[in-house]
């Protein structure tokens, strides 16, 4: 049991694959939610979701302080982003991340939670999209601001995932590996950031691992199997020797799952935070379709 009421959060990136779950799911514990988006169909999208959307760039720290300034919130939820708003490069995701941190002080934030990645200490140098999650983590926790960070493990969103070139297809599953691979809903990064901020002093200062299922790429097909009724098999998203060649970061993660066990999250932890957090049947059945609109259970 946990104590619910009502409070102004801030969602940073709030458009974004994490963000667009984290805003759901906070709406449903009863918080008046606040997104960043940097406008036009964002704005259309929150709006929908019953959010207040806030323009804003969520890496500039003039439009920050505005997007603190407009919502008043003093409860945030920030998370910085490798791949887009980064563009791949490390020192930029570390700054951007400071920079955040630094808007919340500025803001008199009363919680902060951040959303980094699993393992983002123990895997080595060459997992660049993860490893200057660690540089920001420390730099909040020696803010002084309270916080917590969470630590999500692989996504079951990447398995639909168009946008980088993975959409869920009738019959077929992809993914970069085929070994076992702990993972997470990002709608759980947000039920768990609703646990936290109706107790931010129990998790002041904590890193919380975000993981609730783990299965090898022919569990994940089966779980598919079974939801959508039909016949699905799993492949490699690309051989692994192109893998090493073109997706030289995600390379490096992979052969962290292959060759070093994978991620550490206890997802029994996990449950205790959010007990109905979602396997990969739950993943898909609340997913419902195919990435082209067709919904499960067709034939």
């Known amino acids: 049991e946990y104590i619910s009421f009502m409070s102004k959060v801030l969602v940073l990136n709030a458009t974004g694959k994490v963000g667009t779950n984290v805003v759901i799911a906070l709406k449903e514990a009863g918080h008046d ?4 988006t940097r406008g036009g169909s964002g704005i259309e999208k929150l709006q929908k979701l019953g959010v207040n959307s806030v323009k804003a760039d969520y890496t500039k720290p003039a439009d920050l302080n505005e997007a603190f300034r407009t919502s008043g919130a003093k409860i945030a939820f920030i998370i910085t982003d490798f791949f ?5 490069k490390q020192n930029l995701e570390i700054e951007q991340g400071k920079a955040q941190v630094d808007a919340c002080k500025a803001a008199g934030c009363e919680y902060v939670i951040y959303s980094s990645a699993g393992d983002a200490d123990k895997m080595n140098e060459k997992v660049k999209h993860i490893k200057g999650k660690v540089v920001v983590e420390q730099y909040l926790f020696a803010s002084g601001l309270k916080s917590t960070v969470l630590r999500p493990v ?6 639909d995932d168009p946008v980088n070139w993975n959409p869920l297809k009738k019959g077929s599953i992809k993914f970069l590996t085929e070994v076992p691979v702990k993972l997470c809903a990002c709608y759980d990064i947000g039920r768990a950031a609703a646990r936290l901020i109706a107790d931010p002093d129990a998790f002041n200062g904590k ?4 993981a609730s299922w ?12 079974k939801v959508s009724g039909h016949p699905t098999k799993f492949s490699l ?7 090493g060649l073109f997706l030289n970061d995600l390379h490096h993660m ?7 066990g994978g991620f550490t999250a206890s997802i029994e932890d996990f449950r205790r935070l959010v007990p109905d957090a979602l396997t990969a049947e739950d993943w898909f059945r609340r997913l419902g379709h195919y990435s082209n ?4 259970g067709g034939n």
């Not at 887009?84 to 791949?88: D, H, I, Q």
């Open 33 to 36: 939610v606040y997104g960043t």
């Open 84 to 88: 887009l708003a980064a563009k791949s």
């Open 154 to 159: 692989a996504f079951f969103e990447n398995l």
């Open 207 to 210: 890193i919380i691992d975000v």
């Open 214 to 225: 783990q299965g090898s790429g022919a569990d994940m097909a089966a779980a598919l199997q």
């Open 237 to 243: 998203a690309m051989p692994k020797f192109f893998r």
């Open 254 to 260: 992979c052969l962290y799952f292959e060759k070093q």
């Open 293 to 296: 609109g067709e919904k499960f």
